[in-house]
């Protein structure tokens, strides 16, 4: 028995790593390859980024692969083994939610910050049988979409039941049976990958729509349309291949000194267009820190794209003061490059149709190619006034 917690958890997660890989005899489905780490490693990725305190794992079996796993994992979050039931209630914080992760579960981020919340127990259902996350039946209507939010007594609960129970099924039933809230999966969540996968050629299909639901982590046209598509393509690749997480945003930051320094030696197209290269590379760096659970770090890469866009504007400002000799360049960077800024701390709720910094590069880019670049700092700075004022007048909203 684990050595009792001096802190209070309000959340505990429980993964199921049992089953065996369906075309890997000998693996287990939790070991198994998936978004660059493993699948088990994942699922921890995605309990810690929830907030839990105290991570489960129920296995049947200690394999070298999930002893491996474990071990990589632990330096994350604090990890601890169960083989049944009675320990896993012995181990968990009497005072916690208990958030239980089906064997060969693939999810992402959204599904289960919903299932955390604060509330009673509840389970994940989808009224598709035939759905890849269909995992047990409940009743007439619904299947067992992979996760559960349960209370310890629930799992002490099972352990007093015979020991030839199936630990899954059993609190699957008992959770059931305690009237839990029936949770539908979405459609949106089905797209974003959620499923429960065996094999490893499964789980590879559904690497790729996980990893397409991070790259869309900003909702703005030029982001959705452009550079999410360019980090859509190559982010299969770099992680297949093992690249470091690092290497995408080092890349970004030398092409962004490089688009500066092609813009301060009157090269303002190629700096531009350089610009958009590095724009693509960070975007690409914090979909893969999203990968690895490093939300916080995803953000900081992403503010990147917000710092070159100003130096940029403001660098073209100066330049075309240097050319043409008014102040009306670096007047208009001004207005641009503050009323952006303004945009990123009130848009709480951007549309669509908003300016963003990776929009005004894409923006100032055709101008600075054709030579005029004031009238495409022109262009910035009415957008992005554009874009302040709607965000003001949305926040005047009648509810």
Not at 53 to 74: E, F, H, Y
Not at 218 to 232: E, M
Not at 273 to 282: E, K, R
Request: aromatic fraction near 6%; glycine fraction near 10%.
């Amino acid at each position: 028995m684990s050595e009792p917690l001096n802190h209070p958890i309000m959340l505990a997660g429980l993964i199921f790593a049992i089953e065996e890989a369906s075309d890997r005899p000998g693996s287990l489905v939790a070991t198994l390859p998936f978004g660059g780490m493993t699948l088990l490693e994942y699922q921890i990725r995605l309990l810690n980024g929830a907030g839990a305190g105290q991570i489960l794992i129920a296995v049947g079996k200690m394999t070298p692969g999930l002893l491996a796993a474990v071990n990589r994992a632990s330096k994350q979050a604090p990890i601890e083994i169960v083989r049944s039931a009675e320990e896993a209630a012995e181990k968990a914080h009497p005072d916690a939610r208990v958030l239980v992760l089906a064997d060969g579960l693939v999810t992402i981020d959204p599904v289960v910050d919903r299932m955390a919340a604060d509330g009673p127990e509840a389970l994940l259902v989808t009224d598709d049988a035939g759905s890849p996350a269909a995992i047990e039946r409940l009743d007439m209507k619904d299947c067992w979409a992979g996760i559960a939010r349960i209370s310890p007594d629930q799992l002490a609960q099972i352990a007093r039941m015979p020991e030839d129970y199936d630990f899954q099924s059993a609190l699957l039933r008992v959770a059931a049976q305690s009237g839990a809230e029936h949770v539908s999966l979405t459609k949106g969540w089905q797209r974003g990958g959620h499923a429960v996968e065996r094999s490893a050629e499964g789980l590879a299909s559904r690497n790729a729509s996980v990893l397409t639901a991070l790259t869309e982590r900003r909702p703005d046209w030029a982001d959705r349309w452009i550079f999410t598509r360019g980090a859509r393509m190559v982010l299969p690749e770099l992680v297949s291949r093992g690249v470091p997480g690092i290497a995408p945003t080092l890349l970004g930051g030398i092409l962004g000194l490089g688009s500066l320094a092609g813009i301060w030696f009157g090269w303002s197209g190629v700096g531009l267009a350089g610009s958009l290269a590095a724009t693509a590379s960070i975007a690409t760096g914090a979909a893969m820190a999203a990968l690895r659970g490093e939300e916080r770090r995803a953000r900081r890469i992403e503010a990147g794209i917000t710092l070159l866009f100003a130096a940029v504007i403001l660098l073209c400002g100066w330049t075309g003061f240097r050319a043409i000799g008014t102040a009306t360049p670096p007047v208009l960077a001004l207005i641009g490059v503050a009323a952006q800024l303004l945009v990123e701390r009130a848009a709480s709720l951007p549309r669509r149709w908003w300016a963003s910094p990776s929009a005004h590069l894409l923006l100032l880019t055709p101008f600075a190619l054709a030579g005029q670049i004031e009238y495409g700092l022109g262009a910035v700075a009415a957008y992005a006034f554009a874009t302040l004022a709607a965000a003001v007048e949305a926040t005047r909203e009648k509810p």
